[in-house]
């Protein structure tokens, strides 16, 4: 059995993403003025999902309806 690094390197850019994405979600609602309204649940899930998050931002940055209300 030997050492896979580049799943380790893996692993290790995947939990850094997770606590990158956490803390960026708390700053963006400290910035606000609005941590009351802070689900810290749905932020710990949203940033353990967090690639999924981003290619969601993503498509509907490119390919989302363009509707002004």
């Known amino acids: 059995m030997t050492f896979d690094y580049m ?3 893996a ?3 995947y939990s850094m993403g997770i606590v990158l ?3 960026h979600v708390l ?8 941590e009351e309204d802070l689900n810290r ?3 710990v899930w949203n940033s353990i999902i967090w690639p999924v998050t981003v290619l969601y931002f ?3 940055s490119l390919l989302g309806d ?3 209300d």
């Open 66 to 68: 363009e509707e002004d």
């Open 27 to 34: 700053t963006v609602f400290h910035l606000l003025d609005c």
């Open 21 to 23: 994405h956490y803390f």
């Open 11 to 13: 692993g290790v850019i």
């Open 7 to 9: 799943a380790t390197l």
């Open 41 to 43: 649940g749905k932020v």
């Open 58 to 60: 993503a498509w509907e």
